[in-house]
Nanobody, 115 residues
């Protein structure tokens, strides 16, 4: 069974850092796009970052220069290194894996940025 499992969320102070991980299981996703989305209370889900199988990356405007997406295809895992966190980054962060007609989502991990 194919599954995505996010981890690494929690409470962090403004200006702090956090690293999220998403481990995929059930098959290899080395040729798939892997991405992070987030959804804050009362807001629509938005793209945070995406990484292709070749390592090309794209970021949402609000996180450019602060967040870094990376992947380890051997481990079937995608990471999101978040730095200079702001209260506005508070949201549930979701892992997404997609290619052609395959579109998989994790259950999400909560990140709260607060003093």
């Amino acid at each position: 069974q194919v599954q995505l499992a996010e981890s690494g969320g929690g409470l962090v102070q403004p200006g702090g850092s956090l690293r999220l991980s998403c481990a995929a299981s059930g098959r290899s996703f080395s040729t798939y796009y892997m991405a992070w989305y987030r959804q804050a209370p009362g807001k629509q889900r938005e793209l945070v970052a995406v990484i292709s199988s070749s390592g090309a990356t794209k970021y949402g405007d609000s996180v450019k220069g602060r967040f870094t997406i990376s992947r380890d295809s051997a481990k079937n895992t995608v990471y999101l290194q978040m730095s200079s966190l702001e209260p506005e980054d508070t949201a549930v962060y979701y892992c997404n894996v997609y290619k052609l007609n395959v579109d998989l989502w994790g259950k999400g991990t909560l990140v709260t940025v607060s003093s």
